[in-house]
């Protein structure tokens, strides 16, 4: 069964420094990719997806990710935050079904 | 606002007790998703329906069940609630089964 290991459960940062959320997932053949965020108060949005193609995939507001099979990894990155990207971070993997990653909650100090 | 609309946004019932959450997909979405979301647990993949079956389940209790019906609107049933069923549940569609998520607002339920 497919599953999702988010590394980080709570990352605190200064404005301006650089982002790098872990992701990791469990499944030996092709997957579909996604991050998600949660501002706090909002549903879930998505930033960020890979299907198929260029392994580094880039979002909204500034994200990116890498697609990088042999280590079953989807990191998220950003390399300069900002206070208002305070809020919960979710990685998901889709087979048959979309399964969410625990989350990791960003606080950016100003 | 993602256009998916979930009702009732809070609900506060007593242990014993049986709800029904009810959610509008996406205008021509026709999957649609449920998940419950607690602060231990993250969240939690339940059920999906595409086009009115049922695709796949996840870790749905036996308690809990759901439907979607032929407007494409889907009601998640929780019954003899628990103290531990106190979460949001989220849902979300997509368009077609390979596709992104657009999630509603979620429904935060209380049981006392």
């Known amino acids: 069964a497919q599953s999702v290991s988010q590394h980080n459960h709570h990352v605190i940062l200064s404005e301006a420094a650089s982002l790098e959320l872990g992701c990791n997932y469990s499944y030996g053949g092709t997957v579909n990719l996604f991050w998600y965020v949660q501002y706090p108060g909002q549903h879930l949005q998505l930033l960020l997806k890979?299907?198929?193609?260029?392994?580094l995939v880039k979002g909204i507001k500034g994200f990116e990710a890498e697609f990088i099979k042999s280590k079953f990894s989807f990191n998220l990155r950003k390399p300069s935050v900002q206070w208002s990207d305070t809020a919960e971070y979710f990685c998901?993997?889709?087979?048959?079904?979309?399964?969410f990653g625990k989350g990791t909650r960003l606080h950016i100090l100003p | 606002d993602s256009g998916v609309t979930q009702t009732p946004k809070h609900l506060i019932t007593a242990t014993g007790q049986r709800v029904t959450l009810r959610c509008s997909p996406r205008s021509g979405d026709l999957s649609v998703y449920w998940y419950q979301q607690s602060l231990d647990q993250g969240l939690q993949f339940l059920i999906q329906?595409?086009?009115?079956?049922?695709?796949a389940k996840g870790n749905i209790l036996e308690r809990f069940s759901a439907q979607q019906f032929p407007d494409l609107h889907s009601e998640l049933n929780l019954s003899s609630l628990e103290l531990g069923d106190s979460a949001l549940y989220f849902c979300a569609s997509s368009d077609h089964l390979a596709g992104e998520l657009f999630f509603g607002e979620g429904s935060r339920l209380t049981v006392l």
């Open positions: 329906y595409y086009n009115g079956e049922e695709r």
């Open positions: 998901a993997v889709k087979v048959d079904k979309i399964i």
């Open positions: 890979y299907f198929s193609g260029d392994p």
